[in-house]
């Protein structure tokens, strides 16, 4: 099992940027990890994810470019860094953990974090 604990949200400008972080108990280095979001009144949509290697990464259309996902095994930790931020990147960011390959599916991943509020005023 690994538990997750997600942090680095918070009000952010038009354009701006964040990075979020993920840190995790247990052997994280066994797993693939991703970013979700879930927007208000919306359904939990893929972000980001990172194999349990480091070397396959995959992001949804609308934040390439501007997100970047990484993964730190000795300190146990993921990040998501988030450049030239929108206001429809408002959302909860959760992060989550699956010993399957990477998917943008969630129901792949059985580990989850509570979640950090990233809102973006214009």
């Known amino acids: 099992q690994v538990q997750l604990a997600e942090s680095g949200g918070g009000l952010v400008q038009d354009g701006g940027s964040l990075r979020l972080t993920c840190t995790a108990s247990?052997?994280?280095?066994?797993?693939?990890m991703a970013w979700f979001r879930q927007p208000p009144g919306m359904e939990r949509q893929f972000v980001a994810s990172i194999a349990w290697l480091g070397d396959i990464k995959g992001y949804t259309d609308s934040v390439k470019g501007r997100f970047t996902i990484s993964r730190d095994d000795s300190k146990n930790t993921l990040y998501l860094q988030m450049n030239s931020l929108k206001v429809e990147d408002t959302a909860v960011y959760f992060c989550a953990a699956s010993k399957a390959p990477t998917s943008r599916t969630t129901g792949v991943y059985p580990y989850w974090g509570q979640g950090t509020q990233v809102t973006v005023s214009s």
């Open positions: 247990g052997r994280f280095g066994d797993y693939t």
